[in-house]
């Protein structure tokens, strides 16, 4: 029995210690989202004026072909905690498009959005289930 726990232990630390491959483009992606905060904008469809626009990105990490993990901090009742968050990230060129449709996030209901990253600045837009938008601004390293 011991063994076997043992055996298995080993076997998750390795599944866990695997990396999966990074082209140039994903590489630099991952490095310019380390340690930043997207700063800007955003829009509510039927509605006039722009709102504050703020996420803190901790890190992001290729988990499979264009799955990603980004570790992203939040405020919630008075704490502040990461909180991994798995989303797509589809590649247009050698411009990433975060990706998602109808995807549920803890705590925050279900959202599709399409925001694309170039060049130190961030544009997409996002939808709810009652509400939607735009989103713009700045990438700004911590």
């Not at 055996?7 to 695997?18: I, N, S």
């Not at 990396?19 to 310019?32: C, S």
């Not at 705590?107 to 925001?115: E, I, K, L, P, W």
């Amino acid at each position: 029995m011991r063994n076997s726990f043992l055996l298995t232990l080993l076997a998750a630390t390795c599944l866990a210690a695997q990396t999966v491959a990074l082209t140039d483009l994903e590489r630099e992606f991952e490095k310019a989202m380390e340690g930043v905060v997207l700063e800007g904008q955003s829009t509510h469809d039927g509605k006039p004026g722009l709102s504050e626009d703020k996420y803190s990105i901790d890190k992001v990490v290729k988990t499979g072909d264009e799955q990603w993990t980004f570790y992203a901090r939040i405020e919630a009742q008075g704490q502040t905690m990461t909180i991994p968050l798995p989303l797509q990230v589809k590649w247009a060129g050698d411009t990433p498009v975060i990706t998602l449709t109808n995807q549920g996030l803890p705590g925050m209901g279900s959202y599709s959005a399409r925001v694309l990253i170039y060049r130190g600045q961030y544009a997409g837009t996002w939808s709810g289930k009652s509400s939607g938008g735009k989103v713009f601004g700045h990438i700004v390293k911590k």
